[in-house]
């Protein structure tokens, strides 16, 4: 493996009894060829000294912001100047809460914050840690500033206890940052995302919608920037923070999100159907609030234009991808709906499992098949799936 030949690593170590596994992490990136500095938090040396880690990469591991090793007294600004990546494995619930709001009282987090280059964390605590309110927007923040989250994965823990805040296995996180690394599979790509349900007006207070949060969408469009390519985003009635290098078009009908599909299509290369869009709207919505009158309205429905299959009839059509959210027979509905639009791929989940959630999985149908992707963060689906497509691209 020399596939990190040339590439210079920051490993953040972190106090956790996954820490041990970082050695493994720090062995496997040698051996692929990077050059890679250690920098521990004073709690993480409990679990696993810095000799460790000064045997594994032939260089010093740093734990003090003061260390006399950097003449300067500058080491939260030279240390990762000539970094391409920092890597912290394992990150903590405390670290992620540092780098979120951007707090430093120690090297590692001072690094982090006076940083240059990218930023990936791997995080590792105990389930309810990493369940917990605080905790996840915490990750919302970081993953909105641009910042690589790679796990958790669900598991057995340190504590005894089974659930999500796993870290990611050594070899799983090495891939991720190869991934970082390497080429951009979808640079020089323009790809369109929907996300999030759409809102069909009753009245002028007053609208049919659905559970749709626009998680999995706004991932999609995340792991598609992370993939290099020109992103734009479709989304409809949600309040989430636009990822990184995402360019964003808000829509609240069914009606807007496919005018303004349909304006950002013209050339792309991938469309990605993640939204939630509502099959009918009101045809005789009414022009003010709507009072008791002791009579029930009488609603009008009309269909809405389906956007898919509308992208999917163009001469020059993009790659199409679909989503199908069902509540039961999957496989069934979704082959069906796959066969019906005439696309290339499905992305399909079962909604009760996933509306709302910050985890999902997901089966995959295609002419192969079917391809399925573990219950995970939904910013770890949606890079498999951005894998997948770009495994079914046309060659340039």
Same mark, same amino acid.
């Given at each position: 493996m020399t596939e990190l030949?040339? @590439?210079?690593?920051?490993?953040?170590?972190?106090?956790g009894i996954a820490a041990y596994k970082a050695a493994l992490l720090v062995r496997s990136l040698v051996t692929a060829g990077a050059d890679v500095q250690v920098v521990m938090t004073e709690a993480a040396t409990a679990f696993v000294g810095p000799a460790t880690f000064q045997a594994l990469s032939g260089k010093p591991a740093f734990t003090d912001m003061w260390d006399a090793r950097i003449p300067n007294g500058m080491g939260h600004i030279e240390l990762s100047r000539d970094r391409d990546l920092? /890597?912290?494995?394992?990150a903590t619930a405390d670290f992620?809460?540092?780098?979120?709001?951007?707090?430093?009282?120690?090297?590692?987090s001072t690094l982090a914050l006076a940083r240059e280059c990218p930023m990936m964390l791997a995080p590792a605590m105990n389930r309810q840690m990493w369940e917990h309110p605080a905790t996840q927007r915490n990750a919302r923040m970081l993953t909105a500033d641009g910042v690589l989250l790679v796990g958790p994965e669900a598991g057995d823990q340190a504590c005894g206890e089974t659930g999500m805040g796993r870290m990611l296995e050594p070899d799983a996180i090495h891939a991720e940052i190869v991934r970082a690394l390497g080429p951009k599979s979808l640079a020089g790509r323009h790809v369109v995302v929907t996300a999030g349900p759409t809102f069909e007006p009753i009245d002028t207070v007053r609208g049919m919608t659905n559970l749709s949060s626009g998680k999995m969408g706004f991932a999609v469009a995340q792991a598609a920037a992370e993939a290099g390519a020109r992103v734009t985003l479709v989304a409809g009635t949600v309040s989430l923070a636009t990822p990184a290098g995402v360019e964003r078009v808000n829509v609240v009908t069914a009606r807007e999100?496919?005018?303004? /599909?349909?304006?950002?299509?013209?050339?792309?290369? /991938?469309?990605i159907a993640v939204a939630a869009v509502a099959d009918y709207h009101v045809k005789n919505a009414a022009a003010h609030k709507l009072k008791k009158n002791g009579e029930l309205p009488k609603l009008e429905l009309e269909e809405n234009p389906d956007i898919?299959?509308?992208v999917a009839a163009l001469p020059e059509r993009p790659f199409c991808v679909g989503f199908a959210a069902e509540t039961e027979n999957l496989r069934e509905y979704a082959q069906? @709906?796959?066969r019906k639009k005439r696309i290339p791929l499905l992305a399909a989940n079962l909604a009760q499992h996933a509306f709302g959630r910050d985890d999902n999985a997901l089966t995959l149908f295609d002419d192969s098949g079917e391809h399925h992707f573990d219950r995970a963060p939904k910013i770890v689906v949606a890079r498999q799936l951005v894998a997948h497509i770009v495994a079914m691209l046309p060659r340039r």
């Open positions: 030949v040339g @590439k210079r690593i920051l490993l953040g170590v972190t106090g920092i /890597v912290v494995a394992p992620i809460a540092k780098a979120a709001h951007g707090l430093a009282d120690d090297l590692l999100m496919h005018a303004a /599909v349909m304006a950002a299509v013209a050339g792309a290369h /991938v469309f898919l299959a509308s069906a @709906k796959r």
